[in-house]
Every structure is written in C-alpha cells, then in structure tokens.
C-alpha cells in the first residue's frame, strides 16, 4: 500500500481522535477493563487533547492511505524517565484494518528521524505485556526489553514493559 506521511495540523485533530479511538477498541478490550476504557474513548476529548498537542508543536505523524486517515505516531525529544539522549514513542496507533499492512514501519522510521535530527540516541516506549501484536512489531524493528516494568493506572494493573532503541 501506499501511504503519505506527514505531521499533523489542527485539521486533522478529528481524523487523530478518530484513530486513537478506534484503534483502543480493537486493540486493548481484552486488556483494559471496559468501565474503565470508557473515558478514553470520547472523540470530542481525544480531538481537543490532540489539538493542544499540535498547538504545543509535539512530533504528531499522521499515515493517510488513498485519502483515509488510517494511523499516527506521536514521539517527543524528551523522557519521562530523564535518560540521557533518549526519546519517547508515546503513541502509535492504527485503524485495524491497516494493521499489518506497513504502515507503522514508515511511520516509525519518519518520527526516529526527527527524533535524531533534535539530538536523541536512543528511543523509548511502553507496551503492554499482553499486547503480543505489539512487542512483536517492537522487537521485529530492534527495540529491546531493558528489563523495567511497571503497572499500568487501570484497576486491573496491567502491566507495561519499556523497550528501547539505540538510534
């Protein structure tokens, strides 16, 4: 398939909410407790949440494929964790019929460029233990388990596994 990768812009805050959305339902209902995944899936909130985040200049990549908004990508230069050099993948999501189909490898590879163009050696994320598909994208691409994990904020704390990439 062909995609266009580009950032994001305010326009497409409702396309992003949209994504994220869609994508929490295919991906995490067997992971987060429904009650509770509930307030993660309010469009109108996501689409304000991802218009700040635009606003604020984040690294927010959107794939579009043949004029459909289909995944996204937001990175930063900075850390949770205060690791030296090293940046974050906070989120990756896509509509689940386009999982599998290339998209998260060019979307991937556009936000570690820029994240080495601002100085970032190494990238970050967080994936849930159980979210097989996932860690198997991760570890395919080169992220490597470092051995820390914690729990996730839902009642049934999940728990998150970091993985990182030497760029």
């Known amino acids: 398939m062909k995609y266009e990768i580009r950032r994001a812009v305010i326009d497409d805050a409702e396309s992003l909410a949209n994504i994220i959305v869609e994508s929490w339902k295919s991906a995490y209902s067997s992971i987060i407790p429904a009650d509770e995944m509930v307030k993660f899936l309010d469009k109108q909130r ?19 494929c043949r004029g459909t908004p289909c995944g996204l990508i937001f990175a930063n230069k900075d850390n949770d964790e205060q690791l030296e050099e090293c940046g974050s993948i906070y989120s990756m999501y896509f509509l689940e019929e386009y999982w599998g189909k290339g998209l998260a490898v060019k979307l991937m590879n556009k936000a570690i460029s820029i994240l080495k163009d601002e100085g970032c050696r190494r990238i970050l994320l967080w ?41």
Do not use: C, M, W
């Open 46 to 64: 996501r689409q304000q949440q991802f218009e700040k985040l635009i606003q604020d200049r984040q690294i927010i990549l959107i794939g579009i």
């Open 127 to 167: 994936v849930y233990e159980e979210n097989e598909r996932a860690i198997g994208f991760y570890e395919r691409y080169g992220f490597i388990f470092d051995g820390t994990k914690k729990h996730s904020q839902f009642s049934n704390k999940p728990i998150e596994l970091r993985y990182i990439l030497d760029i």
